[in-house]
């Protein structure tokens, strides 16, 4: 077996690039995701080891005194991040001529050609859902005989091996709890919307629903939700709690988690055994007898894919979802008291000045406990990146998603809308949500009745403040 590390690079100062996090950025509020992604195959390869290198400020010195008595580094990356990791690349090379890297992501898995193109030091990718894919290549069998692989021989020519097939039977999978355990400090993970310290793993993959902005379903996991058991669930939680008595709150990152109701309640029955908070994404549609199931064993807060309050914007992204639809279920939520976060993307095809305000109107009557803003990121792989080159809203040689401090920016404009409108609309967003009345007087409601959470909002507060500075200062 070869001596494998899995890495993802430092970058930016807190730049979340993990593989669980779905745009690759600043945040508005300091926060790092579990890179999930990475874990899993690590937790079936003997011996290896994972660094995650943003949350836990780790520079390159450690890093390559790690790298020269490795024989194969497999790292995370991403559009966004991709220039620099191969910077990092170089110097593992440097280091250790020997080693074998690959790169594995949504965006080696689209474009593996152009990626390999770009530098030598990349020896392979791994395309799709690349788990059993490295555990071959750390077993040394030779890459011609990897199925999921394009790879560079020593002759220096390009060839794509044959697709692997996706995992159907997902209670394969090793336990990512046991990587957590053995090479990540889970204090280092922050969410603003969740209990800290919080643990954060997939049930499933793959998600039903075809929104054309969306990364991982279009890329990597694809739109059939293929799911563990809930046995399956339940043993890693009950391991989780053995291994991590501080966690206060358990996330389950599956695309779309209540893709499948009936599922769902069974794993709420048998969390609701074990009497952990826990909490995961959703589709503003789940009828109001399974979200009574499910806050009744134990669900906090559901983070909800809101994306636009106008119809037609909906239609535009293959949503599936009607507005009213998802004024009731976000009203039964309010009553039944579960937690919503937000998340809403400006900037998306059929986007106006009007359908922007129409959306902030939207999210202040529905009033999420918290929202985020984000702007409309055309992925190379998604159906919004070929239909923004196809129609000119994208200018492919200047299709930047971040900044050079690592900030999100507006690739996006239209003929009646501009990259800059855009932009300064997340901003009016923020304000015109977070400074009323009501929502100001929740807020200070909640710290009064618990320092702790008075702590973190105004910490909440310096970071998000900070935030609108610098990304003011940098677009300008």
């Not at 009007?354 to 999420?368: C, G, L, R, S, V």
């Not at 929740?442 to 320092?451: A, H, K, L, N």
């Amino acid at each position: 077996m070869m001596k494998t590390l899995f890495l993802q690079p430092p970058s930016f100062e807190g730049f979340d690039g993990g593989a669980g996090s779905r745009y690759q950025a600043k945040r508005e509020i300091k926060s790092f995701w579990y890179p999930t992604w990475l874990a899993q195959p690590a937790a079936l390869i003997p011996g290896s080891r994972l660094i995650d290198a943003p949350p836990q400020r780790i520079t390159m010195e450690p890093i390559l005194a790690d790298v020269k008595n490795r024989d194969l580094v497999i790292m995370h990356t991403s559009t966004p991040s991709f220039p620099s990791d191969i910077e990092v690349a170089k110097m593992l090379k440097s280091t250790n001529p020997n080693i074998k890297i690959g790169m594995v992501g949504a965006k080696v898995a689209v474009q593996p050609q152009e990626s390999l193109e770009k530098s030598d030091v990349i020896d392979f990718v791994a395309r799709n859902e690349f788990d059993f894919t490295l555990k071959e290549v750390a077993e040394g069998k030779d890459f011609k005989d990897i199925d999921g692989i394009s790879w560079r021989d020593l002759n220096g020519k390009i060839t794509h091996n044959k697709d692997r097939a996706i995992i159907e039977n997902m209670d394969t999978l090793s336990f990512v709890t046991e990587v957590y355990k053995r090479d990540l400090r889970i204090e280092d993970y922050f969410i603003g919307y969740l209990k800290h310290p919080y643990l954060s793993l997939y049930t499933g993959r793959g998600c039903k629903s075809h929104c054309t902005f969306c990364l991982w379903p279009q890329t990597v996991g694809g739109h059939r939700y293929r799911t563990r058991s809930p046995e399956h669930v339940a043993a890693e939680i009950r391991l989780a709690m053995q291994y991590f008595p501080q966690v206060k709150e358990y996330f389950f990152d599956d695309d779309t988690f209540t893709d499948d109701l009936p599922r769902a309640e069974a794993i709420a029955k048998e969390l609701g055994k074990l009497g952990v908070t826990w909490s995961c994404n959703a589709k503003a549609n789940v009828p109001r007898n399974t979200l009574k199931v499910l806050k009744d064993n134990g669900l906090r807060l559901l983070l909800v894919g809101y994306e636009s309050g106008n119809q037609q914007i909906l239609h535009n992204i293959k949503k599936g979802m009607r507005i009213e639809v998802a004024r009731e279920f976000t009203k039964n939520c309010h009553e039944l008291g579960i937690k919503i976060h937000g998340t809403f993307i400006l900037g998306l095809p059929g986007e106006t000045k009007e359908t922007i305000q129409e959306t902030i109107k939207f999210a202040t009557e529905i009033n999420p406990h918290t929202l985020q803003v984000s702007l409309a990121a055309p992925y190379p792989g998604t159906f919004l990146y070929k239909q923004a080159l196809d129609n000119g809203w994208l200018d492919k040689n200047n299709a930047e998603l971040i900044d050079e401090h690592g900030v999100q920016i507006a690739p996006l404009h239209y003929p009646h809308l501009s990259h800059t409108e855009i932009f300064d609309s997340v901003e009016t967003f923020y304000k015109k949500f977070y400074f009323r009345a009501p929502k100001i007087a929740s807020i200070v409601g909640e710290m009064i009745t618990s320092p702790q959470m008075m702590k973190r909002r105004l910490r909440e507060g310096v970071e998000f403040f900070q935030f609108l500075r610098d990304r003011h200062i940098t677009q300008k």
